[in-house]
């Protein structure tokens, strides 16, 4: 558990569903608990894994629940991505598995999306929902070239209402990993800490500096552990009590919800 107080932080990062909302309400005490840290002068973001949601799209989303949040301090795991390849492989051949909103962001840091195995350096991997087979071929004949190997994110379905779910990105990674016979190189959404360093190195902040707050141990916590900064579990989630205190790494801090940190 940390030794400082929930308030004792300069910068907090928000995971949105589950924690800010849930679905397209905002959760009681939301709007106060964000409000108050900005009257503090705290430093506030927002992260998700979802690539498809474009960082303006959740602004005006927030903006609509009477959240105020601006542009720069929305990060998902396709924007994460981007600035990360802009520093590691600037400018590159990138083939992609992925849709339109994740193609945007590459194109908007320059660099270069090729259909030739023969000409990709990167090979992205994303959520796509209309990727054929000769698309994956051209993927696995372009990382058995050597291809750099980086993924949006790690979820392997994604549930939809109902109960049911729909492969996501990280049954595509699993099916290239097995097809080369090695690991992804690098996967910017959580539990990477890809996000948080972004953020951080946009503050000018230190991990110690920081709390993160989201619902779910397996992601938003284990990512807070592994970027060394405090973690907020809120039970508005996916996570239950009983879960909560069950699970062997514990939060430093476990929140009924939000509204906690008014």
């Known amino acids: 558990m940390s030794a400082r107080g ?8 928000f995971d949105l569903d589950g924690t800010v909302y849930l679905g397209e309400h905002l959760l009681p005490g939301a709007e106060e608990a964000l409000a108050s840290l900005r009257a503090a002068g ?27 949040a601006s542009p720069e301090e929305v990060i998902n795991s396709a924007g ?18 992925g849709e339109e909103p994740v193609r945007e962001e590459l194109t908007a840091g320059g660099f270069v999306l090729t259909d030739s195995p023969q000409e990709a350096e990167v090979v992205v991997v994303s959520w796509d929902r209309q990727v054929t087979y ?10 058995r070239r050597g291809a750099y190997f980086v993924a949006t994110h790690p979820d392997v379905t994604c549930p939809l209402p109902g109960g049911s779910e729909w492969l996501d990105a990280g049954a595509f990674i699993a ?3 097995a097809a080369i016979g090695r690991k992804v190189d690098a996967i910017a959404g959580k539990p990477s800490p890809l996000m948080l360093e972004v953020i951080l190195h946009q503050w000018g902040l230190p991990p110690s500096e920081c709390l993160l707050v989201g619902d779910r141990l397996e ?38 919800s939000i509204a906690e940190l008014a």
Do not use: W
């Open 42 to 68: 705290k430093h506030v973001a927002f992260v998700s894994n979802n690539p498809l949601g474009r960082a303006s799209e959740y602004v005006a989303k927030l903006n609509d629940l009477g959240v105020h």
């Open 219 to 256: 992601t938003d916590i284990a990512l807070g552990r592994r970027a060394g900064v405090a973690t907020a579990l809120v039970l508005t989630g996916v996570t239950s009590p009983d879960q909560a205190t069950a699970h062997p790494r514990q939060p430093d801090f476990i929140l009924q």
């Open 134 to 143: 000769a698309q994956l071929n051209q993927a696995f004949a372009a990382l």
């Open 6 to 13: 929930l308030h004792d932080f300069a910068g907090y990062i």
């Open 175 to 177: 099916l290239f990993e």
């Open 80 to 97: 994460a991505l981007r600035l990360s390849l802009s520093e590691k492989r600037p400018g590159a051949h990138v083939f992609l598995i």
